[in-house]
């Protein structure tokens, strides 16, 4: 699934439907087909899972009838894998086809409200948000009628709802659905699950971008913690957030707590980048920066060496950027009494401008 929008984002959980009004003894072969189509689904198989879903639901309707509830959740769970696939044409007649067939059939208002969820889902990723939240503030309210509304299920319609809030730079609207929703998982006991940590981390955001440092510090903290716990720390919002955390605590004067997290980020862009990136001269050079204000100018030096190394081979040697990074690694040499190596240094970035006025 493509999510639409600004990074971190917190995970909309697309529902599938398990069929369940058969016993195996008597389970006809469509509903066969159908849990081998959701097993290839999650496996990731989808164009086989497609073709077994659509066969399936061809004999559902002649076997069950085409409005029976059955066919809604196979429907539903065909336009999942649609929309995993980023082919949204294709999904969203089949989640109207869906809603149409359970609002014949009292009682099936959970499903409802599932299926609504996918479908705003969707139109966030088409970027259709007035659609979206809607049909979010629809499951919202059958989840409260339902007495459902401290649900995980309830949790995720508030997550995709504030996230629509937030991608419309709404902040004060998506902060306490962000805050609902955690005090939901945080109550459920699922605050180590992608979408708590992932909701932990885009409100961390919203308060650092309000200069709220000091709220924002602990929930990037919890998150950068959890993600580590399960192997997730190269995900790119954590290794956002590994930097936030460096940059905080340097505002705050605290190199050395600082320092850690900078070099995480250093270490995991490179692995993930190649040790040429541009992405790790800026990792490299923000490290070197940090070294400089603690006065550990050799732990600095190699790593302005490397920045520009690396800016130099990408972008050519009259970069302003390059130039820049030539200038602060001058700057080095001289504190650290180097006065002619800073000298040829700066000659060289003096001669690159005259150069290239």
């Keep these: 699934m493509s999510l639409k929008k600004l990074a971190p984002i917190v995970i909309c959980v697309l529902i599938f439907f398990v069929s369940g009004i058969y016993t195996p003894a008597d389970q006809p072969d469509w509903n066969k087909e159908m849990a081998t189509a959701t097993a290839a689904g999650r496996r990731g198989e989808y164009s086989s899972a497609i073709t077994l879903y659509k066969r399936a639901i061809e004999s559902q309707k002649k076997a069950l009838g085409p409005e029976d509830v059955e066919v809604a959740a196979s429907l539903n769970n065909l336009a999942v894998l649609y929309q995993d696939e980023s082919l949204y044409t294709e999904a969203e007649p089949l989640y109207r086809d869906s809603l149409a067939i359970w ?13 609504l969820n996918n479908l705003a889902a969707l139109h966030h990723d088409e970027n259709m948000d007035s659609a979206a939240e809607a049909e979010y503030k629809n499951a919202l309210a059958i989840w409260e009628k339902a007495g459902m509304g401290e649900s995980s299920d309830a949790a ?18 998506a902060e306490p659905l962000y805050k609902r929703v955690l005090a939901i998982w945080e109550k459920n006991r699922k605050m180590e699950s992608p979408e708590a940590t992932g909701a932990l981390l885009v409100l961390a955001d919203i308060y650092h971008a309000e200069n709220r440092d000091a709220e924002a510090k602990p929930l990037y903290i919890r998150a950068v913690e959890t993600r580590e716990n399960i192997g997730e720390l190269d995900a790119p919002d954590t290794t956002a957030a590994l930097g936030k955390l460096g940059e905080i605590y340097s505002s705050e004067g605290n190199y050395a707590a600082a320092e850690p997290y900078f070099a995480q980020t250093l270490e995991i862009t490179e692995h ?69 190596e800073a000298q040829k240094i700066e000659a060289r970035s003096g001669k690159i401008q005259v150069d290239n006025p």
């Design 103 to 115: 609002a014949k059939h009292p009682g099936e208002g959970i499903q409802v409200a599932l299926c």
């Design 156 to 173: 995720a319609t508030l997550a995709g709802l504030a996230d629509i809030y937030r991608s419309r730079d709404k902040r004060t609207d």
């Design 272 to 340: 993930k980048l190649g040790p040429n990136s541009l992405a790790v001269a800026d990792r490299a050079s923000r490290l070197a920066l940090l070294f400089y204000c603690e006065s550990k100018y050799s732990a600095a030096e190699p790593l302005y060496k490397r920045a520009m190394q690396i800016r130099e081979l990408n972008l050519g040697p009259a970069d302003p950027v390059v130039l820049q990074t030539v200038q602060f690694y001058g700057a080095l040499l001289r504190q650290e009494g180097r006065k002619s």
